[in-house]
């Protein structure tokens, strides 16, 4: 259980992409942890992308799925974006807090949150600890607790956090061609269609190396189960058996609905022929899951 664990914990890790061009920047809106560009007219959401990542996974989406204002939020010392007020500390908390500060700043009517892996814990931060402040959450394979998939059956966040400091220690001394071998070999096993590689290659590799490992030593320690009873809006999970993972399907779905049994309202839902990045191994199913959870 442990290697299946770890195993699982490195394929459900987060990624990269490249930015979307020619955005109207979000008005009167400034930040030194994100930065929000808006595309489009309607119904408000919010798509936040995951580690090391930009907003360039969500490209297809925003031009399949019209008639909404989507609000594009890249975080500082991603993809090429300055570090700003990301340069030491905790990345996502501070993150989740940004964009409860942009909605209420914007005075936007309870949009709809979507994030993509580290977007997802950043998004259920923001439904947990803002109930008021979104009115749906959809979360795109990321678990409530990552630390849980580093150690055996009962791991704890303060029990992880030798093994997440461990981590972080290496990703920071790691020589620059064994972190590029590294990326590419992870990248690679969360995104299965080849043409969509390089883009997130590109992505992770203008991301901040240290920036990028403290963001995933955050989410390893972080454990956000005992807040999701405070998520009032309806969640809809999307997630996939990841590759390289020696588990069923059974075994993973039974997975995420322990993982999301506190959750007043979830759906949950496997992803088949997918790996990390959905949205572009299965551009049209997850289109399509998009469309009937936004009506």
């Known amino acids: 259980m442990f290697t299946r664990r770890r195993l699982l914990a490195t394929a459900v890790a987060v990624s990269c992409v490249t930015l979307t061009p020619l955005l109207a920047s979000a008005a009167d809106f400034s930040s030194d942890r994100i930065s929000v560009k808006t595309e489009g007219e309607g119904r408000d959401v919010i798509l936040v992308p995951g580690l090391s990542s930009s907003p360039r996974v969500w490209a ?42 942009y909605i209420q700043q914007q005075g936007l009517q309870k949009p709809v949150l979507i994030g993509h892996s580290m977007g997802g814990s950043i998004g259920m931060m923001v439904a947990a600890r803002h109930p008021q402040a979104i009115s749906k959450l959809m979360v795109v394979d990321m678990f409530p607790f990552m630390g849980a998939l580093f150690g055996p059956p009962g791991t704890t966040a303060q029990s992880i956090k030798p093994v997440a400091d461990d ?62 009873k405070n998520i009032l809006a309806p969640t809809t999970v999307l997630y996939v058996l990841p590759n390289g993972v020696p588990l069923t399907e059974a075994q993973i779905d039974m997975f995420y609905k322990g993982a999301y049994a506190s959750v007043k309202d979830v759906t949950l839902k496997r992803i088949p022929s997918s790996a990390h990045f959905i949205m572009w191994d299965q551009p049209e199913q997850f289109q399509a899951e998009v469309k009937g959870f936004l009506n």
Not at 90 to 97: D, G, K
Not at 187 to 213: E, H
């Open 60 to 101: 297809e989406l925003v031009k399949a799925v019209p008639g909404y204002r989507y609000h594009l939020v890249q975080v500082s010392g991603f993809a090429g974006q300055a570090k700003g007020g990301n340069t030491e500390g905790a990345v996502a908390a501070p993150v989740a807090e940004e964009i409860a500060r």
């Open 167 to 228: 981590l972080l220690v290496k990703m920071r001394n790691a020589e620059p061609v064994a972190r590029a071998k590294r990326t590419e070999a992870t990248i690679n096993s969360m995104i299965n269609t080849l043409a969509m590689r390089p883009g997130a290659l590109d992505d992770t590799q203008k991301s901040d190396p240290d920036v990028s490992a403290r963001s995933y030593h955050e989410l390893i320690i972080t454990d956000l189960t005992p807040e999701l």
